[in-house]
């Protein structure tokens, strides 16, 4: 039988199918057919849904205190992200993105025709863009895989994708990935990221408002951030989400209204650095180990030693310090407080603690000579300015050489003027701090009173020059050259503060040097640690001369008759050994000291070497950041006290 007779029964026994088969029955098979061949044609390159499984998303370096809960700085390339599991990520959250983003999200297929059309309307102006025309899953395809241009094929490959992604994975897989991919503006990827960057809080503590503000941010996150001029654009949008959640019956109507009246507090700054300088020496640590594209990319979580209570104490003594020593024309100071046991850095900062200071204090621009420069760390110094000079504050490694050689607290050294002979170009007489001589005196004497002749005596007639410089090294001074000659002894050889601090260490754990320490671990995205802080001390001095050195420096009584019975150096109830330095040209003022577990250097001056007006000794002008964060300290701790030497 030929077609036309086919068609010719059809019509004669009901002629609504003879049109049907003849005439749109063709034409659907022909748009089915264009459809098949669009898909084939669009499809055959695209990527793969299954690459969700295999793709490791870009997530941010975080730089952690020593609890992991206080974040200090992160560091993030393009994108700042920070993977969350759908478990932590509130209900509400959800809820909210639901309502405004594709309420019909668990009943779909990964297109959703009403949205579609909904998007054609928008495009013709007929309908106000208050909520999105695509899916989640086309959402999340056009984030991760395809881009923002609006054509015909990319919405085509745009929902091949979608309708692929939804037949593979679960609901809640794919409103996971959305919910860590989706930008939010201020370089934010994910709810996690957004929510700590806005609110300064993780995503599971946000409050209802907060959470519409975040669903609110997804419609155009540049246009509608919070710290630009359409900030009140995005807390009416906040106020369209709790109306949506309202109509989708997630909140009640007393809800809605009572959240909108709330006020939304956002944070001040998008980015911050918490004790920058400690932070950015952190950040050159890791970045010289891993390099900057894994800081950037790879989501490294470091848990660093800080203490961030100590850290914070220590800004506020050094900044209150830099406002008292302005006076002396001293503008900048550097301090670090760390653990000599095990060598873990506690607290690092310099100057007012702002690294990112605008304009320069006194006016000066970078690269210029200034009298702070809050770009540069002077406790850990660098390649082209290794350190400053001590001053009396190298004392105790000559006496301690002495005392490694049987020489005792009470061995007597005589306080006289004294030509050392030639060194150099030019004789060597030094005088003492107050232009006085003594006469004879004991070890203890003139060590605990920073006496310079004797000093000098102790260094070249019982200790020795070559074996008082191995004796910094070994403690971990790293900084001497030679040629070496008696100045050193009163600190004529520039050191780094950091160094001083830690060497210092070794005479409050009796002998033991582990050198600084300030990353405790750092762990990849997945949680498997990288590394971990395993330094072992190691013996560099004899338990005995560190008693002694320990006994000397904790004498009160002993070091009264030139600092008075009540300086800066005495902590009633407390054992703290103690020791200043002070340039001859005032350039440098210093004060170091220590418990059994805890040591605090303090460094003042300005950075173009500009000497301070009115000859004050460190005493005055570093001893009081030191003695204000040392004594913070003492009170969070027990009570401890040195051994005695076996022969006091």
């Not at 246009?223 to 109306?243: A, H, I, M, Q, W």
């Not at 040629?483 to 004529?492: D, E, F, M, R, W």
């Not at 950075?607 to 969070?636: C, D, W």
Request: charged share 25%; net charge neutral.
């Amino acid at each position: 039988m030929s077609i036309g007779n086919i068609y010719r029964k059809i019509y004669k026994k009901n002629k609504y199918l003879f049109y049907i088969s003849k005439y749109l029955l063709p034409a659907l098979l022909f748009c089915v057919f264009l459809s098949l061949a669009a898909f084939i044609i669009f499809a055959k390159d695209l990527p793969r849904p299954e690459r969700f499984t295999e793709k490791q998303f870009v997530q941010s370096t975080k730089i952690f205190d020593r609890t992991g809960k206080i974040l200090l700085y992160e560091i993030y390339g393009e994108e700042k992200r920070t993977i969350v599991p759908f478990s932590t990520v509130p209900e509400i959250l959800k809820q909210a993105i639901l309502a405004t983003e594709d309420s019909n999200f668990y009943n779909h297929m990964g297109i959703d025709p009403r949205g579609i059309f909904r998007a054609i309307m928008i495009n013709l102006k007929i309908k106000e863009p208050t909520y999105g025309g695509s899916t989640i899953p086309q959402q999340l395809i056009r984030s991760t895989f395809l881009s923002n241009e609006k054509t015909v094929s990319r919405k085509v490959k745009e929902i091949v994708l979608s309708l692929e992604l939804d037949r593979k994975y679960s609901k809640d897989q794919i409103f996971e990935w959305y919910l860590n991919q989706i930008p939010f503006g201020s370089n934010c990827y994910g709810v996690e990221a957004a929510s700590q960057t806005f609110f300064n809080k993780p995503v599971s503590d946000i409050s209802l408002e907060e959470t519409a503000t975040l669903a609110a941010l997804i419609q155009a996150p540049s246009r509608l951030s919070p710290y630009g001029e359409n900030k009140d654009d995005l807390l009416t949008r906040k106020d369209y989400v709790l109306k949506r959640m309202r109509e989708e019956h997630f909140i009640t109507k007393e809800v809605e209204e009572e959240t909108k009246k709330k006020e939304v507090v956002f944070t001040e700054k998008p980015v911050q650095i918490k004790a920058p300088y400690f932070s950015l020496w952190i950040k050159q640590q890791i970045t010289d180990k891993y390099g900057e594209e894994a800081l950037m990319k790879e989501g490294l979580k470091v848990y660093t030693s800080l203490d961030w209570d100590i850290q914070q104490a220590a800004e506020k003594a050094v900044k209150d310090g830099i406002e008292r020593n302005k006076t002396y024309n001293a503008y900048n100071a550097g301090l670090i407080a760390l653990n000599p046991k095990t060598g873990e850095v506690l607290a690092m900062t310099v100057g007012n603690g702002d690294y990112f200071t605008d304009p320069y204090p006194d006016g000066c621009a970078p690269g210029v000579d200034c009298l702070f420069d809050p770009k540069y760390n002077v406790v850990i110094g660098t390649k082209d300015n290794p350190g400053r000079q001590p001053g009396s504050a190298f004392k105790p490694f000559i006496y301690a050489t002495a005392f490694k050689k049987g020489f005792n607290d009470r061995t007597i050294v005589v306080d006289e003027l004294t030509n050392f002979g030639v060194w150099g170009d030019k004789e060597y007489i030094p005088q003492n701090y107050d232009g006085l001589f003594r006469g004879p005196v004991t070890f203890r004497q003139a060590l605990s009173q920073s006496l310079n002749v004797p000093a000098v005596k102790v260094l070249l007639n019982y200790a020795g020059l070559d074996e008082s410089i191995k004796t910094a090294q070994d403690m971990g001074l790293t900084t001497l050259t030679p040629p070496y000659g008696p100045a050193i002894v009163l600190g004529g050889w520039e050191v780094k503060l950091m160094e001083m601090a830690s060497a210092y260490g070794v005479f409050a754990t009796e002998g033991l040097r582990i050198p600084p320490v300030s990353i405790l671990k750092i762990e990849d995205q997945q949680g498997n640690v990288l590394e971990e802080n395993k330094k072992i001390p190691q013996r560099v001095l004899e338990k005995e001369a560190c008693r002694i050195v320990n006994d000397i420096l904790s004498d009160n009584d002993s070091r009264a008759p030139m600092f008075g019975p009540r300086s800066h150096l005495y902590f009633e109830n407390y054992q703290v050994a103690v020791k200043t330095g002070t340039t001859d040209d005032f350039r440098d003022c210093w004060t170091i000291g220590y418990s059994p577990s805890v040591v605090v250097g303090v460094w003042t001056g300005n950075n173009n070497n500009e000497s301070m007006i009115r000859r004050q000794p460190a005493a005055t002008v570093a001893g009081p950041i030191f003695h204000e964060l040392m004594e913070y300290i003492l009170s969070k701790n027990p009570v401890e006290y040195f051994e005695k030497p076996l022969n006091p």
